[in-house]
């Protein structure tokens, strides 16, 4: 690829946490806490009948406590991140025992299971401050929103930022082609189709095609042109983990399997040319696509020629202005010869990139949008 976005290792890369700490004394208790373990891809550290260690009890990043346990603790330092486990929901011993150890929640199994795996593989997997999510979409047919989100990815992978690019729309052409990144090995749409429940983020990350520090989720040249709702709530939610930025380059149309990822978009950006008939077809776009995201906010493109200004087209679609794009002739040279949409960082779609980014990044464990 010509241009680095930015090398070197994965931006926020830490050594993973070690597993929870079970303290029990029922052996069945134990098993199905084991069972729990395995599914949340952990692995635990077992105390089974006796007090635990201080420094496991210190340094677990999750204890799981058996009701029946917990006068094995009772004494142990004030922490958090302790469940007390119970079976019986009509004990109402357990609560003044989750009181006695401080435990942050009562959780009964094996109602709670899946409650219970998924806090252990946000664990395991080091899950943070989930992702910044971007969603673009174009006012109409070649608006200029696959470049713009390439463009947003490529831009917060050269600051830093663990960054990730969904193609979201089947029948796009493959934003990996946009990137010069259609021979890169990895995997594509098509492969996580048959997705259920919990995908692992690390997982999905270290399987899609890389530009430096951006992975790339893009369509093959396949007949696949589908993912089920659920597939793209899975693989969309472990992104989301993973922490950073996404962006999803998003199609004009709102089915079941885009209103699913719209419901994880953090901020939309409508990217509309300044023409009237592009402003009327991209209200039509906003109608549909603010019944499931609420902040959606107009990205005006010039050239500003026909007495249509960025202000203008923002009141007229009736969405609040992201900014304008001005004309870049130069453009279309970069995408064939320059790098990826952003990768220079030089011309109006690099800087309005990178002003958006700082505005909307997280400051101080918040997203400002």
Sequence with gaps: MAGSIAPGPLPGVAERPGGPLIVTEDESLLDDLLRLCAAAGTEPEVVFEAPPRATSWDNAPLVLVGAEASGRVRGAARRKGVLLIGRNLDDPEIWHRAMDIGADHVTFLPDAETWLVDR???????AGEPALTIGVVGGRGGAGASTLACALAVTAARGGRRSMLIDGDPLGGGLDILLGAERTGGLRWPDFADSRGRVNSGALEESLPR???LSVLSWDRGDCVAVPPQAMRSVLGAARRRGGVVVVDLPRRVDEAVAETLAQIDVGLL???SELRAVAAAARVAAAVTMVLKDLRIVARGPFGSGLDDHEIARLV???LAGELPAEPALADGL????PPGSSGRGPLARFCTAFLAQALPRGGSVTV
Excluded at 120 to 126: C, K, N, P, Q
Excluded at 336 to 339: D, I, N
């Design 120 to 126: 252990m593989a946000d664990i395991a997997e080091g």
């Design 211 to 213: 530009l430096d520090s």
């Design 271 to 273: 990217v509309v040319p």
């Design 318 to 320: 009736g969405l609040p």
């Design 336 to 339: 064939l010869g320059g790098g």
